[in-house]
């Protein structure tokens, strides 16, 4: 079911109705069997591993606050990791590696026929897993208390506004708002209201417009012109970021409809000046995470410079296998890794520049944001043999501009609106425009998401992580 589509406009509605009516113990209770017919509606039967990977964690979260043994504590916590990356491995790793495998020893000349499961990845299973591990790993250090009750433990991993595709809540954060009473107010569903509209608006205009003129490119680079291949990176920078933070500004909006405030996932990243400032802001649940669960158990920056290189590198490169079993996304991690070591001496240096409104800060912006497209084709590309390809087309002059889509242009709106947020330092600056203009602004976006949109055609791209 996507946010994108009439189906779910019923959902929500049917959902909201009966939640207003029912007290805190039925409310939760309403969300829970939601959020099972919300996933259910991809494919019921990978049910069954949310609420294996549920009653896994609920009773390891017990065990480890019940234990003063930290041996004991140590193998429980180990557990919860092993059993939730197993899970994440079989499905959607393994038959990434096997085939790797093969190849390596194809060239020393040993053949052998892969095994090969051939699952269907269940959407989701990325974060969910993720967000159960952070769960058992704050109880071990005693930054959480668990839950008695199983069906507010069971809504915590299972809460569909954020279900498939984040933002990865913390135990911290997300749990208590489960288990106390809340009612939304009339302030939780305008935020809401405006959050829905701001992100359909990224996603049906904006990101799935932008598909029409990426994905044909990528399919097919050889035909294109320097400057279409280059417009098509542009156009999938931009994709990419409407798509997901589209989906996450959706996501909040649906929670806030239920009195719940769901994290920032993403805050104005493309205004970043260094890779540091970068993974500060875009898919702000993920790259804390890797920090706090990866990063700094491997040592973070407090055993040496070169320590610290090696523990970006690691993290960076997992980050990248995160999103996909292919090796285009290793690329990518070791790239982001790359340059989070050459930025990283002068990261000081860029955060005194990022509170500037100079000519200098403002080309700088410019030039990383390059740095972060070339990224993303690296990202984009589904092979190496097709990466070259477009490099190739990247060189590709001798046959002048070509015909530009102007789809392209679609991009100006959200580029003017965010850098307004920007200059405001306040995302929902267009809520606190005078009257007229405000009417205006929403007029056009919605003369937009019903003259252009594209609706219910595209998943959004970060399911299939």
């Avoid at 019923?10 to 017919?37: A, E, M, T």
């Avoid at 954020?162 to 708002?177: F, H, S, T, Y």
Wanted: include cysteine; proline fraction near 3%; hydrophobic fraction near 50%.
């Amino acid at each position: 079911m996507l946010f994108n589509s009439f189906e779910f406009a019923v959902f929500l509605g049917i959902v909201l109705s009966l939640y207003v009516l029912c007290n805190h113990r039925k409310q939760n209770l309403i969300l829970l069997i939601s959020s099972y017919v919300f996933y259910a509606w991809w494919d019921w039967r990978f049910l069954s591993l949310i609420m294996l990977s549920t009653i896994v964690d609920y009773f390891i979260g017990l065990k480890l606050h019940q234990s003063t043994d930290q041996k004991i504590r140590k193998r429980l916590v180990a557990s919860s990791v092993t059993f939730n990356l197993g899970l994440l491995g079989v499905f959607k790793y393994y038959d990434f590696f096997a085939g790797s495998f093969v190849d390596a020893l194809a060239l020393g000349g040993i053949q052998v026929q892969p095994i090969l499961l051939n699952i269907i990845l269940p959407v989701g299973i990325s974060f969910y897993t993720f967000q159960t591990i952070s769960y058992s790993i704050d109880i071990y250090r005693k930054e959480v208390t668990p839950t008695r009750n199983f069906f507010d433990f069971a809504l915590f991993v299972a809460f569909f506004p954020q279900l498939v595709a984040g933002p990865i809540e913390r135990a911290k954060n997300l749990l208590p708002q489960i288990i106390k009473d809340r009612k939304a107010g009339l302030a939780d569903f305008e935020v809401g209201g405006y959050l829905i509209f701001w992100g359909l608006f990224k996603k049906v205009v904006v990101a799935d417009n932008l598909a029409l003129i990426v994905d044909p490119a990528f399919s097919n680079p050889s035909g294109l012109t320097a400057a279409q291949a280059l417009i098509a990176v542009y156009a999938f920078a931009w994709q990419i970021y409407c798509d997901f933070s589209g989906y996450t500004d959706i996501a909040r909006g649906v929670a806030r409809l239920f009195g719940i405030r769901l994290m920032l996932n993403f805050n104005l990243p493309y205004f970043s000046l260094s890779p540091g400032q970068f993974w500060r802001r875009w898919h702000i649940s993920l790259s804390s995470w890797l920090r706090d669960y990866l990063y700094v158990p491997l040592g973070g920056n407090r055993k040496g410079e070169f320590r610290t290189y090696i523990n970006l590198s690691i993290v960076m490169l997992l980050g990248g296998l995160w999103h996909g079993a292919s090796w285009n996304f290793v690329l990518w991690g070791a790239y982001q890794g790359l340059l989070l070591m050459v930025f990283r001496p002068y990261e000081s240096f860029f955060n005194a520049m990022a509170d500037q409104h100079t000519l200098k800060r403002w080309l700088w912006n410019i030039v990383f944001f390059h740095l972060i497209c070339f990224g993303w084709l690296l990202f984009r590309s589904s092979s190496v043999e097709s990466l070259t390809s477009y490099f190739g087309a990247l060189l590709n002059f001798s046959q002048g501009i070509g015909d530009i889509d102007w789809r392209i242009y679609l991009i100006l709106p959200i580029l003017v609106i965010q850098v307004l947020q920007y200059w405001k330092n306040d995302h929902f600056v267009l809520s606190k425009l005078p009257v007229i203009v405000r009417a205006a602004v929403y007029f056009a976006m919605y003369c937009l998401i019903f003259g252009v949109g594209q609706w219910g055609q595209n998943e959004f791209i970060y399911f299939q992580f």
